[in-house]
């Protein structure tokens, strides 16, 4: 309950309604990019319906999901990005960056190219999302299908010494297909999303209405 100081605003008249106490609810928004085919929309789909399918594009059609999560005792609606397949390098429009609190930059450790692209991946992030920290925004980065075993071409060490030189980029090695360390990527993603978030909430107003609510507005589909 307010106290009776609380309760008068700063020239001393009574306010006439008490503070209203924080929303227990918070938003967190991740964007996930990488090259086609890494497994971005598996991922997104095991970690939020606890499902692998090879048909996902058929099953999911959606380019964003949600999952509430509690992080740290807080609530969390974690909404997820997905690139509706436009995957290609300035292709993905400059609003589906722009909400992010969190990026996650995920490869398949089967593909070196799709190793080598993060470097893109990420400078492209930073220029459209043009954050206010670029040093401190948070990046995830996930290396996907790990239970491919005997095609692996990335080893953890040398992904674990880019996502180092990027800056301590926390990293993970997952498999979509095999649930593995999918959940613990994406509590991470959610946290360091969360903090994102209310670091920008300390600071400046609310951006604008799409943050939080809208999903990024559809990609228009073909070449023009
Ligand atoms: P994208 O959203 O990044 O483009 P998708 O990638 O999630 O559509 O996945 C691309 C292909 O990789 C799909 O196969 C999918 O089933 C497969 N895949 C995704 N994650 C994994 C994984 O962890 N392990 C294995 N073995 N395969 C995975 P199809 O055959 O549908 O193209
Ligand atoms: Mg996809």
Known sequence: FPTAEAARCDDGRPRLRPPRPPSPVHDAIAAMVGDAGVGKTSLMNQYVNSKFSSQNKATIGA?????EVMVEDRLVTMQIWDTAGQER????GVAFYR????CVL???VNLPKTFENLDSWRDEFLIQAGPRDPDNFPFVVLGNKIDLEDQ???STKRAMTWCTLKGNIPYFETSAKE???VEQAFHTIAKNALKQENDVDLGFPPPSAIKLHDPPPKQKKGCC
């Open 89 to 92: 390098f300035q292709s993905l």
């Open 179 to 181: 649930n593995v360390e």
């Open 63 to 67: 380019d964003f999901l949600t999952k």
């Open 106 to 108: 995920v490869f398949d």
């Open 152 to 154: 692996r071409r990335i």
């Open 99 to 102: 909400g992010a609190d969190c």
